[in-house]
């Protein structure tokens, strides 16, 4: 034990001090990271400048001798509108924290590191798990809260108290802004292309900027394109035209961030801003160029010079418009269903092919793989047959046209509209079930977090309450995450029905106007109402093909059709097999209880017939198979047979094996005396019951 204490007596390895102090020279200076914001240049006049934080800064670092590792500097940078990854100096700062060269940051201000309390927990967090101090060198400040126990929701509350002030802010400005521009004043930001500001502060044209200004209508008007003006502007060589004669147009920067060059969104701006035409125009959410709700737009007559007329603004948005309905590049072909056919032997794509034999040419489908086996799935030639181009076409275009003449679009447009409307109304039903469990959660967490400021800490029932608090709180956040997480998906789901809806309506448009369409088209016309309305073809090696109409087509085609329309092949060229056409769930038969019972639970539980097995509910949910002759002869109407019905086919070469789950044919022996079964020799037995349902147990009398 002696030597133990001996130990600690000997102080040669300690640091050397002078008196009762460290020596400062062997002391590690604290390397400083300090971070400078302004968003907008107004920020200057109101104090809030780079020199004015950077000289507050530098007085920190000097007062606690330190180093200035580096200064991460952003100008003109919103830390509402940009999150962490949109900031490459904070995305820098916190780089250098998480690898230990910065020690300690300084910043103006909370509101200088962010605006979104997300991204501040997230600063926190990394700060606090490579031990790096945040200090704030404005003198109004609080610094941080560091105490453990209320640390975390104190800061959360400044951050949320920083973001708040920030959609304050936005707010104000937005509605400052609808205001003026309902009285037709510029609401500010750069200028259009050919437009200055003169010492009175009142919007002017410059001059020579109106001929390039006309210059680039005239070229649009003409049928150039965007791009085309663009190298025609910047003295490129243009394929129509040439180059221009005078050379390429300058262009003044407006500041130091944009080009002197012409781009594409520069000649949009001149082509499609109604500024040009006289008109004021604010989106009050989000960019303009990316809104299109036109409720949220203002729109007034400006107090500014018009270089262009109204009508002629009116016919540049027309000539948008038209070249909006120019046919893709992949509508350039003379097939019309290329990319649409599969091989329904190896399930390969069929390839569309152009041969030349004694000057005449000759067009074909064929399937990939009979033309390059090794580059399929299947490692081998396909049997499949190729087809003539103008046989096949012809008789896939009949049938389609024989098929879509028996739908009744006006039932199918009915029954898509009440049934999405119902779908519908269920999902917004559960998006407010849900909205209002998360303001009772709200509520919840909002009397946590005042039962955890007003704990005693002298209390000795401190740590239990504190400890059933935060579990309580931790509850609540992770049912609010989850609330939130149903809430998307749910909001999802609706945007989602919502775009089915209109293309299923758009497809049935189309599908009316098919059979006299798809006669006088032209080729690219045709190719694109067949995009439209089909989704897939499938052709068999026996000549026979399925023709899948577009997906949501499958849930409303033709509900009222009593002998089942047409059937999934070839013949009658249909778009699926679908036994409810109905769009809904019914049961047929399920397991339940005793029927006198209260309720559905009591024994014997039995496999019973449920609704969709009684009146007319049974011709809805079965099929009737009948003969392919019987089908064609249309038995359904002329006996008015209201179950669904469907032509077989192949029937006299099935076995006993193609049954699913059942082909088995094992050798089965039943011994008379003592009925002993074997099954391919093995023999079958069955342990007697310990336990039969309903039975009597016990005997009381």
């Not at 006289?278 to 989106?283: A, D, L, M, V, W």
């Not at 009772?440 to 400890?467: A, V």
């Not at 192949?650 to 011994?671: A, C, H, S």
Request: proline content about 3%; glycine content about 6%.
């Amino acid at each position: 034990m002696d030597d133990f204490q001996s130990l600690f007596k000997d102080m040669s390895s300690r640091p050397k001090r002078k008196g009762n102090v460290i020596n400062k020279a062997e002391k590690k200076k604290e390397k400083y990271g300090i971070l400078v914001r302004v968003s907008t240049d107004m920020q200057v006049e109101d104090g809030d400048s780079i020199q004015m934080q950077k000289e507050l800064a530098g007085d920190i670092v000097t007062k606690n001798e330190g180093v200035i590792h580096d200064w991460y500097i952003e100008e003109g940078i919103s830390a509402s509108k940009n999150r962490i990854a949109q900031r490459p100096e904070l995305q820098r700062l916190l780089d250098d924290i998480e690898s230990g060269i910065v020690t300690k940051l300084v910043a103006y201000k909370r509101d200088r590191l962010t605006r979104n309390t997300g991204d501040w927990l997230a600063i926190l967090e990394i700060c606090a798990k490579n031990q790096c101090d945040i200090i704030f060198s404005a003198s109004g400040e609080a610094q941080l809260f560091n105490d453990p126990v209320y640390g975390k929701v104190f800061e959360t509350i400044l951050g949320s108290i920083s973001e708040m002030e920030s959609a304050n802010t936005s707010m104000r400005v937005r509605d400052t802004m609808s205001s003026l521009a309902k009285s037709g004043e510029w609401t500010g930001g750069t200028l259009p292309y050919g437009y200055v500001k003169n010492e009175y502060d009142q919007i002017e044209i410059e001059g020579d900027k109106v001929s390039i200004v006309d210059e680039i209508i005239d070229l649009y008007l003409s049928g150039l394109g965007v791009h085309s003006i663009v190298k025609w502007l910047n003295g490129e060589q243009v394929k129509t035209l040439g180059r221009r004669e005078g050379g390429a147009v300058k262009k003044e920067a407006a500041h130091k961030a944009r080009v002197t060059h012409w781009t594409k969104a520069s000649v949009e701006s001149v082509l499609f801003n109604p500024f040009y035409a006289g008109i004021i125009e604010y989106s009050k959410e989000g960019h303009k160029a990316y809104q299109k709700d036109e409720d949220k737009f203002v729109r007034a007559k400006g107090k500014h010079p018009a270089m262009r007329t109204v009508e002629k603004q009116r016919e540049i948005y027309k000539m948008r418009e038209k070249k909006a309905l120019r046919p893709a590049r992949s509508y350039n072909t003379t097939f019309l269903f290329s990319d649409l056919i599969v091989c329904g032997y190896c399930g390969e794509k069929y390839q569309t092919r152009n041969t030349t034999k004694n000057g005449n040419q000759y067009s074909y489908y064929c399937c990939s793989s009979r033309q390059n086996s090794s580059k399929t799935a299947t490692g081998h030639h396909c049997l499949n047959k190729n087809y003539k181009k103008n046989i096949l076409e012809d008789f896939l275009i009949g049938h389609l046209k024989d098929y879509l003449k028996q739908l009744s679009f006006a039932s199918m447009s009915d029954y898509l509209s009440e049934n999405m409307n119902k779908q519908k109304s269920g999902v917004r039903k559960s998006i407010e079930a849900i909205e209002d469990d998360l303001k009772k959660l709200h509520q919840d967490e909002e009397k946590i977090l005042r039962l955890l400021m007003d704990l005693d800490l002298n209390s000795p029932l401190y740590t239990t309450f504190k400890e059933k608090y935060e579990t309580e709180y931790a509850r609540v956040l992770s049912e609010v995450a989850e609330k939130k997480k149903a809430k998307y998906e749910m909001e999802s789901s609706l945007t989602e029905k919502e775009d089915n809806e209109l293309s299923t309506k758009r497809a049935m448009e189309v599908m009316k106007d098919f059979t006299k369409a798809i006669d006088t088209a032209s080729m690219q016309k045709k190719r694109m109402l067949i995009d439209k309305i089909i989704n897939k073809i499938v052709l068999h090696a026996d000549g026979t093909c399925d023709i899948e109409l577009f997906a949501p087509i499958a849930a409303v085609e033709n509900p009222q059709n009593n002998n089942g329309g047409a059937s999934n092949n070839s013949e009658d060229s249909s778009n699926g097999e679908n036994l409810d056409n109905s769009g809904d769930s019914v049961i047929i038969n399920d397991s339940f209880g005793d029927p006198n019972a209260s309720i559905p639970t009591p024994q014997p539980v039995l496999y019973r017939p449920m609704f969709a097995s009684y009146g007319k509910a049974r011709a809805k949910t079965s099929v009737t198979f009948v003969s392919k002759a019987a089908y064609e002869n249309k038995v359904g109407e002329k006996l008015g047979l209201q179950k669904l019905l469907k032509p077989v086919k192949d029937i006299r070469q099935l076995k006993k094996t193609d049954m699913k789950l059942n082909g088995e044919m094992p050798k089965i022996e039943v011994d008379p005396q003592t009925y002993e079964v074997k099954i391919d020799g093995q023999m079958i037995t069955c342990e007697a019951a310990e336990v039969v349902p309903m039975a009597q147990r016990y005997f009381l009398f």
